[in-house]
């Protein structure tokens, strides 16, 4: 497995941006574990209906917050209250703030030091979001929108977890630059244009192809993918249901990523219908199937620290220049900006065919 700091990413483990970390229904107010960013941490829904994540230890002693069946605080369903949470072992109770605010069996004020680590949590779109920084900045740049979730003309996304990857995430960005895995393992054909453009916190790659399975029709499939940050990936696909595609991956550990995936597909009225429905639900299958082409791909093979690039690749170079403005301090990022911003259209298509003699 390797890690950030052997593919040269820069000074952080892990980087900066907006992470998925579950789907809404994950969290409830049974406290949950769950582990990112090399960290324990445990998961709940207030009864206010807000959803929040701290670090899992109590600073007490040292005990886990969610990983408890037998004691009473459990037993009597009063380890959440209101939107506090409390400790399984001495009921010391955390309130959303992290902050120790009770000590059921001591006079004495909670000390100043009692208190866990804590990230707000950001519930769109059926999904659950956080921003991360190591250096503990708030956000640089807003949370996509996800708008398809609230238009009654789209059918919405089932969101899947997909599993844990034990992949770096530097080799699933990859697969933005990678034009040559196009043809022999999605079965795209007579490639018309693949294009990357940089700008700033955004990566995209834009595709118009055939494909091998798939009713592209004679126009063929125009796919628009893009990053926003390190981590969530949307692409949309025109056609006679346009859909739009959501892939998020977070870190568990430096170099292992939890994966997540969804659809939406438009209907082609105002309100979907039950066929709609159907075919939305087809989509979504073919999706996880040509996603799950790359998965196992990413599953069993070794760490790429150097491609081997030749021509006809797609500009991996680019691609991970740009990927190191998460890994390295705010105030460096622009400078891997500046490396990478702008337009590359690969070479080797039916709109750009190799020209040897120009």
């Known amino acids: 497995m390797a890690t950030s700091k052997d593919y040269r990413l820069g000074e952080f483990a892990f980087p900066r941006g907006w992470f998925m970390v579950g789907k809404s229904e994950d969290a409830t107010t049974k406290p949950e574990a769950v582990r990112y960013f090399g960290e324990d941490l445990v998961l709940y829904r207030g009864e206010s209906g807000r959803v929040f994540l701290m670090e899992a230890y109590c600073p007490h002693m040292g005990t886990h917050l969610a990983l408890n069946t037998t004691s009473y605080v459990v037993l009597d369903g009063t380890q959440v209250e209101g ?20 000590i059921p069996y001591s006079p004495a004020p909670p000390p100043k030091k009692a208190c866990l680590k804590s990230w707000p949590v950001v519930e769109r779109a059926g999904c659950l979001w956080i921003w991360y920084d190591p250096e503990g900045a708030a956000a640089d740049y807003p949370l996509p929108e996800f708008a398809q979730w609230d238009d009654p003309s789209w059918v919405n996304w089932d969101i899947q977890f997909l599993g844990t990857l034990n992949s770096h995430p530097q080799e699933i960005v990859d697969n933005m630059a990678d034009k040559g895995h196009l043809v022999p393992v999605h079965g795209s054909q ?3 244009l693949f294009e990357n453009e940089f700008d700033a916190h955004v990566c995209k790659q834009i ?24 981590a969530i990936l949307q692409s949309a696909m025109v056609g006679d249901y346009p859909s739009h595609m959501l ?6 550990d430096d170099g292992v990523v939890k994966v997540w995936y969804g659809l939406f597909v438009k209907a082609p009225t105002d309100t979907p219908t039950e066929e709609d429905i159907a075919i939305a639900a087809g989509y979504s299958e073919a999706g996880v199937k040509a996603f799950a082409q790359d998965f196992e791909i990413w599953a069993n093979k070794r760490p790429c620290i150097h491609p081997m690039m030749v021509r006809g690749d797609g500009p991996f170079d680019k691609v991970r220049i740009w990927y190191m403005q998460f890994y390295n301090p705010r105030a460096e990022a622009q400078r891997f900006q500046n490396r990478v911003n702008g337009s590359y259209v690969g070479r080797g298509t039916t709109r750009d065919p190799w020209d040897d003699a120009a």
Do not use: Q
């Open 83 to 102: 939107d506090n949470i409390r400790c399984p072992y001495h009921a010391w109770r955390f309130g959303p703030d992290g902050r120790c605010n009770e």
């Open 190 to 192: 007579d490639m018309e």
């Open 207 to 230: 595709l118009k192809a055939g494909h091998r399975t798939l009713n592209s029709g004679d126009e063929g499939m125009t796919n628009d993918t893009w990053y926003t940050g390190p």
């Open 247 to 252: 892939i998020a991956h977070t870190p568990v």
